[in-house]
């Protein structure tokens, strides 16, 4: 007996193993702590990209739907098509990478879908690992206690929560996540004491979801009570989800038990600040107040509108919103810091890239989703995918997650998952999954080189790489990858003079496309006075004092404008 069972308890570790290391590979990214140079999302990016990697090496992979194929070349393309010509490259490459990136994850989400729910598990249990460290990350932030920790986190004042995602709602939206993931496993697991891991597992998501302050999170947790609680109640009326030959059955928690998480919530976010050693913002309190003054939504999305009536068929060109807020003179209030994202998915892509390209992008997603009629689903893995799908698509109607690469792997992993092929040869041999694998390593070996190389400029000499420690400036401006935050760098670091006016003007005027704040718009201005174009330095001064009324108090008085340059 024992002879015959060692066989089997052999195979299980590996596969076990297996599945840990798939696992891992997608809680990586959210965990990241890794932050420096000028971009604070780039070294998580990068690491985003070799976990995918590893994944097309681990994973079996698989296509998905022609749709998914059409849906992300072509916002390709209008990212191409519609990039502003003061950028270059240096604009749209990244994002036409990022939807390369994503197309990769959608042939491993596919490939997941394809490989049963034992494969497919390896994404709630990544998301879920990711969402429960990070939950104890944040609480720890919150109540100042993750000084010990630094650098594998942060320490934010006290009662901010992010763990290592250093923005609260993105925080929120991966608690979210786990909270989905956490549901699904229960659902389909029939071990007891599983189940209440589990239950301890979901309490601990609640009181970090309060922790976070979020009202994104807070609608998030809403949208997936009240989802979970009405199919946990076509359970229990005889329609139970799908389940594969031979898997356990599939059982969410009662639908009371379910909606008594939202008054759970509450108690706990009434009692977070209660706990605290200072005075910190609770939840309750954020939605009693909103957002200060004028920094609410509505102004933001108000200026977003005006400037799509100004530009309503082209945009105003891909990462031109920055440049279009600051060079605008709104008719009402203004929202005063810098905006370079529309906190709207479609508002940002009408903004940027027009309104015919917002109705094709978003649009084409719409009818994919009403296509598929989640409503009707009744697969478990695939009801998996939707939530997480869905809190990643509703936090992109308030913020901008697609910009950051763990939700990009998620976001691609789900479209594979819910629109994989239906041909019967759609299983990727091999050796494409490695050539992707390798050419998504050397893009993020170049890339990696390339932004070390040009972040020794934003470092104080005795903290560069010797080979850079002189003509550092010099030797950074080959770059083209990130040529401007080097064009930013140059303009910051160089006095404006008689001599170099013309040249300083013009890399100014190129700087303000990438970034309009304080400092890049004095340049602007001294170099202007000095070529004695007069008029154009007091639009600029005067665009100036109406964008930062407080920095250009500052500069008349003689004073830095802004932090110091790098």
């Known amino acids: 007996m024992t002879s015959r069972a060692a066989p089997a308890e052999a195979a299980a570790l590996p596969s076990k193993a297996v599945g840990a290391v798939r696992a891992g590979l997608v809680a990586f990214p959210f965990l990241c702590p890794l932050v420096a140079g000028p971009s604070v999302q780039a070294w998580q990016l990068l690491a985003t990209w070799v976990c995918l990697a590893a994944m097309l090496l681990a994973i079996p992979s698989a296509m998905p739907a022609r749709g998914i194929w059409a849906w992300l070349g072509a916002g390709a393309a209008a990212v191409v098509l519609f990039s502003s010509p003061h950028t270059g490259a240096a604009a749209w490459l990244p994002p036409v990478v990022v939807l390369a990136a994503m197309a990769a994850a959608a042939c491993v989400g596919a490939g997941m879908v394809r490989g049963g729910p034992a494969t497919s598990g390896v994404l709630a249990v990544g998301v879920l690992v990711a969402g429960l460290v990070s939950a104890v990350l944040g609480l720890l932030q919150y109540y100042g206690l993750a000084e010990p920790l630094v650098p594998w986190t942060t320490t934010p004042a006290l009662g901010q929560a992010y763990g290592n995602l250093r923005q609260r709602n993105q925080f929120a939206t991966l608690i979210s996540m786990a909270l989905v993931a956490a549901l699904w496993i229960y659902a389909a697991q029939p071990s007891a004491r599983i189940r209440r891991w589990l239950v301890a597992a979901a309490l601990l998501l609640l009181v970090a979801a309060a922790a976070s302050t979020s009202r994104t999170g807070l609608l998030q947790l809403l949208s997936i009570v009240g989802v979970a609680a009405f199919i946990a109640r076509r359970e229990r009326r005889g329609v139970a989800p799908d389940g594969a030959a031979g898997a356990p059955p599939f ?188 050419v998504l390593m050397a893009v993020v070996g170049y890339a990696t080189w390339d932004y070390i190389r040009i972040s020794q400029i934003y470092l104080a000499r005795d903290e560069r790489l010797p080979a850079y420690e002189d003509g550092t400036l010099a030797k950074a401006r080959k770059s083209w990858l990130f040529a401007r935050q080097v064009d930013f760098a140059e303009l910051t670091l160089t006095a404006v003079t008689q001599d170099n006016a013309a040249a300083m003007h013009s890399l100014a005027e190129r700087t303000l496309h990438f970034s309009p704040e304080p400092r890049v718009i004095v340049k602007l201005i001294e170099s202007a006075e000095l070529m004695g174009r007069g008029e154009e330095a007091r639009s600029q001064a005067e665009r100036f004092r109406i964008a930062f009324p407080a920095e250009y108090e500052r500069w008349l008085k003689g004073m830095p404008v802004d932090g110091q340059a790098p």
């Open 251 to 438: 059982s969410l928690p009662p639908p009371l038990v379910l909606l008594a998480m939202v008054p759970v919530y509450f108690a706990i976010a009434w009692l977070l600040p209660q706990l605290a050693a200072g005075e910190v913002e609770g939840m309750m309190q954020r939605l009693q107040e909103g957002a200060p003054g004028d920094h609410t939504r509505m102004i933001l999305w108000r200026n977003v509108l005006s400037l799509i009536a100004a530009h309503p068929l082209a945009g105003w060109g891909w990462g031109e919103l920055a440049f279009a807020h600051y060079s605008t003179l709104y008719d009402g209030p203004r929202f005063p810091e810098i905006l370079d994202n529309a906190h709207n998915l479609p508002l940002h892509l009408a903004v940027e890239m027009g309104i015919p390209v917002s109705v094709l992008v978003c649009g084409g997603f719409l009818w994919m989703v009403l296509a598929a009629r989640p409503w009707r689903e009744r697969d478990s893995v695939r009801l998996m995918a939707w939530g997480m799908l869905g809190a990643i698509t509703l936090h992109s109607l308030l913020e901008y997650p697609l910009w950051y690469g763990p939700f990009q792997l998620v976001f691609g992993l789900c479209l594979g998952m819910l629109w994989p092929a239906r041909s019967a040869d759609v299983v990727l041999p091999p050796v494409l999954s490695s050539i992707a694998a390798a």
